[in-house]
């Protein structure tokens, strides 16, 4: 997972559609739930899933999942994902319905997800023997429950309780920060300056079933070309450094080309349209840290 930056795209105008009322959907929605009652019948929402919205989905995403980083569009039209789940609230008890009503047509409460980030399926886990149902679906759990904003009405909106958010937001916060990579591509939360483990990131991973065996397996594969990638940069920079006072200025600049070359096709892994850039920019930036004295990358 990523940061991206939302404003990158425009919102879709279909957002704003009315109809021969003269009302948008989610004033429709607004006006269904009030006076607001949790046992009312689930009003129907449909603007979202316009043509429109997916595709400017698609384009800010780089036509990737915006939990997982992977590619899915070969196989798969994706999910118009509710960030705060609009129908219902799946730790918000004894009333879990309905949910975030008013923000089913809010434009930063839309990102695109693959179904199995985002819908409840039963998965393998790395290192787990059994599979479990796992999904973000209507899953949005907070540190206190008591916190939650349940009515379109509350004077500062959603911000009362964003302090107490436990999933990552990509298109809000800076997936990076709390999580890291290991070996075979596992995904685990990060330690703070304290040693103490995200709790942002620990929650996310189970909520997005980031260690589900397919994924785990798929950033591995590219975390084996990174590494061999960087092992041929390892090798560019030993000849160059090899004939970097040599008096043959023809060799010198020869060795020079390959390594450019070598350091060039080493970034392409941290192109925002590859898969798994969270994990790139990790071991890559770690390495060119070491090596070349890069700080950022």
Request: hydrophobic letters at 35%.
């Amino acid at each position: 997972m990523i940061k991206i930056d939302r404003a990158s795209v425009p919102r879709p105008a279909a957002l704003d559609k009315k109809n021969r009322e003269g009302k948008t959907e989610t004033a429709r929605a607004i006006e269904h739930y009030t006076p607001y009652d949790a046992n009312k019948v689930a009003f129907e929402f449909k603007i979202y899933s316009n043509t429109e919205v997916k595709d400017a989905l698609v384009k800010l995403f780089k036509s990737k999942c915006a939990y997982c980083e992977s590619t899915f569009l070969h196989v798969y039209s994706g999910d118009v994902e509710h960030f705060r789940p609009k129908g219902e609230i799946e730790e918000a008890l004894p009333d879990t319905k309905p949910g975030y009503y008013w923000l089913a047509a809010d434009w930063d409460n839309l990102l695109l997800s693959c179904r199995n980030c985002n819908q409840k399926l039963k998965h393998s886990l790395y290192g787990v023997s059994s599979k479990k149902t796992m999904g973000k679906m209507n899953q949005f759990p907070l540190s206190d429950p008591t916190k939650y904003v349940r009515q379109h009405g509350n004077a500062n909106g959603i911000k009362d309780e964003e302090s107490f958010r436990l999933l990552l937001n990509p298109c809000e916060d800076n997936p990076e920060e709390h999580l890291e990579y290991g070996k075979e591509g596992v995904v685990r939360p990060k330690k703070d300056e304290h040693g103490v483990f995200s709790i942002k990131g620990q929650t996310s991973i189970e909520a997005y079933v980031l260690q589900r065996v397919p994924l785990v397996q798929a950033r591995e594969k590219v975390l084996i070309d990174i590494q061999a990638q960087i092992q041929r940069v390892k090798e560019a920079t030993h000849n160059f450094n090899q004939f970097l006072n040599d008096p043959n200025t023809a060799l010198r600049f020869y060795f020079e080309k390959i390594l450019k070359r070598e350091l060039e096709r080493l970034k392409r892994f941290l192109n925002p349209e590859e898969q798994y850039v969270g994990m790139a920019r990790q071991v890559i930036g770690e390495f060119l840290k070491v090596n070349f004295g890069i700080l950022n990358v």
